[in-house]
């Protein structure tokens, strides 16, 4: 029996119709491990902006997923530009996000706030100019 | 048939869901186009043929279209189903009437009906009309969860049933137009034949569609099940066909009750414009439908009040069950609208009656949990994923599933075992025929084109000795 559970995926930064596919099969693998809606869609959105925000800010990156007994740990890395001022990028609507990703309808500053808001903890580890890595744990 | 069942219509029947998709197994020839078609990943290739497992089903009709063997088939009432009532009611849905070229006027429609022997024909349109006015009304409402999410195809709310819990309080819990035209149509005789017993009236829905066959079957509407049966809109086409025939050159009869926006729902938005609010989105098809509601069930679509989703390319149209392209047939209805007034139906009262609540509020049931113990879901888990990674990754079909991740999960739950697995038998028997030992056999035997097969038998045998 392993003690967690791992999935990895590469998100592809190249793209914007393909965000968020990571969280649509996570979720179906949830669903099929039975955990309830509530924990479904907490991982799913704190997923779901976290791939977005790896393909506006930093080309991509990679999503993992650990499933353990106490926790769903979700660990996204990037080598992107890193964020300069974390206590400003989690304000709700701060967006550094160009305006032409904004015509596309993302970019509304709520990326960050929203991962935290569905997350029991977040810890994000960036270094500017070298990228970085965002852990979230949802509790079960 | 050639062999026997134990299942009807290649379905398993473990869910005890009724479904309108059934398969010819003599005709099936086991190719894997269904296979790749089905959204749900229902479909599995099984002793040379199709197996629809049930409850993965959503009865969207995907594999009726695609297979070139017809194999696929909507299972449906006959038209002779009118003949066991006394009194019977044609709903003919607003998608019928785009099946016919050169129509320009409903009544000629609404007449075949009655000439086919229907005693009265009230018409699905302008239940819509109604039911379109009543969700303005309830979109208004305070404690209404946004975007309100049509229930007007069923296999959408099947499908949000199965994959998105969230998501099932969106529904509209208001009956669909053919459930309020039958409860309409069904007070109708009870009100001009008092003599007539509800048991011999027949309410025959003409539906595009074999989803709302299930839907009927099945019982969704609850308690509040008007229909008796449904018929395809392909058989009444054929039907009608002869009948207009012999009243061609008359006065088009002014029969039709129905206005613009009644016939708009045949077809993608037409349901969704009627709001009169431009906080809405409509899509058509099922894969784009599943993306969209992806999206909705990761609040990402904000703003939106409404959200009409069709899982037919082009919307009721496009049903399995028709005739026409649902593109053509759109074009026919967009010509048929030009005389009519925008509605003809509205509701006597500013609010909604209870009896055009759906009793049955759509509720969350997981189709594809693995284990209901989590340890064991986990253990298989991380075993389909340790197999998965082994597979080829060509999602070929060849094992007769659609992907190689499907096959690891089918390998893990007992369903499948890896030497289906064509990809992985060739490296092996490439392997095998590498093998020191087989290849000097091989040369001693100097395999010729005649009886190649007996000799690799022969070879087989040295070699397992």
């Not at chain 2, 009409?308 to 053509?328: D, K, R």
Request: with cysteine; proline share 4%.
């Amino acid at each position: 029996m392993p003690d967690v559970l791992k999935f990895h995926f590469d998100v592809d930064g190249s793209d914007f119709s393909s965000a968020g596919e990571a969280s649509v099969l996570v979720k179906k693998k949830l669903r099929q491990l039975g955990y309830p809606a509530d924990i479904i869609r907490k991982v799913s959105i704190a997923m779901y902006e976290g791939e977005i925000n790896m393909v506006i800010h930093a080309n991509g990156g990679t999503a993992d997923v650990e499933v353990g007994e106490k926790d769903i740990t979700i660990i996204l890395k990037d080598e992107g530009p890193g964020i300069p001022d974390i206590s400003l990028a989690m304000q709700e609507g701060y967006s550094t996000a160009r305006e032409n990703i904004r015509v596309l309808g993302f970019g509304a500053g709520m990326g960050l706030p929203n991962m935290k808001k569905y997350t029991d903890s977040m810890d994000i580890d960036t270094v500017i100019g070298k990228g970085t890595t965002i852990t979230m744990k949802v509790n079960l | 048939m050639s062999k026997e069942y134990n299942s009807p219509g290649g379905h398993d029947c473990s869910s005890g869901y009724k479904h309108s998709v059934s398969l010819d197994v003599s005709k099936c020839k086991g190719c894997t186009t269904c296979l790749k078609r089905c959204p749900t990943e229902a479909i599995r290739i099984k002793d040379g043929h199709a197996v629809i497992n049930s409850s993965r089903c959503i009865d969207c009709g995907e594999c009726i279209r695609v297979c070139q063997y017809k194999a696929k088939k909507a299972t449906h009432d006959d038209l002779s189903v009118i003949n066991n009532y006394k009194y019977t009611v044609a709903l003919p849905a607003p998608s019928l009437y785009g099946q016919f070229d050169n129509l320009d006027n409903i009544g000629y429609i609404i007449q075949g009906l009655l000439d086919l022997g229907f005693d009265d024909v009230f018409e699905v349109a302008c239940a819509a009309e109604l039911v379109s006015a009543y969700t303005r009304l309830y979109i208004k409402r305070s404690n209404v969860k946004k975007p309100v999410i049509s229930s007007a195809c069923p296999v959408i709310t099947r499908i949000i049933s199965m994959n998105y819990p969230y998501l099932c309080e969106n529904i509209m819990p208001i009956l669909a137009p053919v459930d309020i035209a039958a409860y309409l149509a069904r007070e109708k005789v009870h009100k001009e034949h008092p003599e007539i017993d509800d048991k011999d009236i027949g309410i025959i829905f003409i539906s595009p569609c074999p989803a709302k066959v299930s839907y009927v079957k099945n019982n969704f509407a609850g308690e509040r099940n008007y229909i008796s049966a449904t018929v395809s809109v392909r058989d009444i086409y054929f039907a009608l066909l002869d009948v207009m025939k012999k009243r061609e050159g008359e006065e088009p009869p002014d029969l039709t009750e129905t206005g613009i926006i009644g016939l708009g729902w045949a077809s993608t938005g037409g349901e969704a414009t009627a709001i009169f609010n431009q906080r809405y989105l409509a899509a058509d098809g099922i894969e784009n439908c599943i993306r969209v509601l992806d999206q909705i069930d990761n609040s990402d679509i904000t703003n939106l009040d409404f959200v009409e989703l069709g899982a037919c390319a082009g919307g009721c149209v496009g049903g399995a069950m028709t005739i026409a392209n649902p593109y053509i047939a759109q074009a026919r209805l967009q010509s048929l609208k030009h005389y009519l007034p925008v509605s003809k139906n509205r509701p006597a009262s500013e609010w909604i009656p209870d009896i055009f609540f759906n009793e049955n509020t759509v509720t969350y049931n997981p189709y594809n949990l693995l284990s209901s113990d989590r340890q064991k879901a986990m253990q298989m888990m991380s075993k389909i994923e340790e197999i998965g990674e082994k597979l080829p990754k060509t999602d070929c079909g060849s094992c007769g599933a659609p992907t190689c991740m499907a096959f690891a999960e089918d390998i893990v739950k007992g369903e499948a075992t890896a030497d289906n697995c064509t990809v992985i038998m060739r490296q092996l028997f490439n392997e095998f025929l590498n093998n020191e030992h087989v290849v000097s056999v091989l040369k001693d035997y100097s395999v010729g084109a005649d009886n190649k097969s007996d000799q690799i038998t022969e070879v087989c045998d040295d070699a397992a000795e």
